[in-house]
């Protein structure tokens, strides 16, 4: 079976699964909840592996903490690929992206799955033209703040739009790859944060994930309700926040509420338990 056929296998797999989830095809998909429903159970463990799949009993998937969280969405939808494609237990070391010579068919299967799961072509559309942009003349940050809204990393992004749905060429892909998560903060910032997230007005994801110590940029004028972030200053374009402590915030005043939840840095334990709140942690 050729890589095109395994792509739509993979499409396809994860269209019937937002469809048994009753997700939309559009917005973004929390894998997490995805494997909660699904019976399957997600821990994190400090190991260096990308993550892990057990097929025994109703399925468990244990993914590395030391990696940044977009990349552990992406591994743990990758794993997730495996259970609904009946894969025997494997163990991943992921690619840093999904080149097309890469990886068995199972792997090729399992990495098409989590990235329609997480990045549908249909979403990804319609989040460049609700903003008037266009993957082919989009700038780094601009694919940032798509790939922030999905869920996923910025090369993670990048490849799907270029090796999986052919929508940049292969010059634009490189010229994208110059840049990295860092450079755009550095660009935006002038003070070093352990990460960073970008959401603006057109956000449309329900929840967004981040670690304590990151940097958070909304949307100017919005009310963060909770203690998990706290406002730092007013920028041009946006409010910058800092994840401060473990726990959730409530972000209204954009186009549609949304949280912004916060986990402890390098967090061991249930994924269901990441973001529930510590009543003795201290700034």
Known sequence: MDRKDLLRQGM????????????????PADPYAAAERLGVTVRFLDTSMEGFYFKQGPGRILLSSLRPVPRRAFT???ELGH?????????????????PDSGKPEEVLANAFAAFFLMPSVGLRGAFARRGWSPATASPLQIFIVACQFGVGYVTLINHLSYTLQ???????????????????????????????????????ATVDVEKGAAVLLPLGVDAEGTAIEH???LDEFDLYRAVRRGIATVTGSSEPFEVRVMPKDYVGPAANRFLEDPDEQD
């Open 167 to 205: 929508g940049i060429s292969a010059a634009r892909r490189t010229e994208l790859g110059r840049w990295t998560p860092q450079r755009i903060r550095r660009e935006i910032l002038d003070h070093d944060y352990d990460s960073f997230m970008v959401v603006d007005d057109q956000n449309e994801a």
């Open 12 to 27: 396809q797999a994860a269209t019937d699964l937002r469809d048994r989830l009753d997700l939309d095809q559009f917005g």
């Open 83 to 99: 259970h609904c494609f009946g894969h025997g237990s494997t163990i991943d070391q992921l690619q840093e992206d999904e080149r």
């Open 232 to 234: 730092v200053r007013s």
């Open 76 to 78: 743990c939808a990758h």
